[in-house]
């Protein structure tokens, strides 16, 4: 559902609704697991990042607004937090 339509990622509550719960036993059946809404879109974001970066030519500017950063430093920064790497570093 986070990778139907680029640059839009649903939030929790159209996610819940779509898997008929409310977003309170979404948020629930998420904590069991160990995980949360937040992290699951930040994994999907990170990896579609590091898919972009290594397999297409787009520039940074236009991933960041794929991936719905309202500012490509943002972008350099949560590759930062995630990866440890920049932009440059996992074009490599």
């Known amino acids: 559902m986070l990778m139907r339509q680029p ?9 819940a609704k779509a898997l008929q719960m409310t977003s309170r036993t979404l948020r629930r059946r998420l904590e069991s697991e160990g995980t949360s809404f ?3 879109v930040d994994d999907v974001r990170c990896s579609l990042a590091t898919e972009y970066l290594k397999t297409t030519r787009m520039s ?3 991933i960041a607004m794929l991936l719905g950063f309202s500012d490509p430093a943002n972008l350099r920064r949560a590759l930062k937090r995630w990866t440890g790497k920049g932009p440059g570093e996992l074009r490599r």
């Open 7 to 15: 640059g839009e990622f649903p939030g929790m509550e159209v996610v």
């Open 38 to 40: 937040v992290a699951i």
């Open 60 to 62: 940074t500017d236009d």
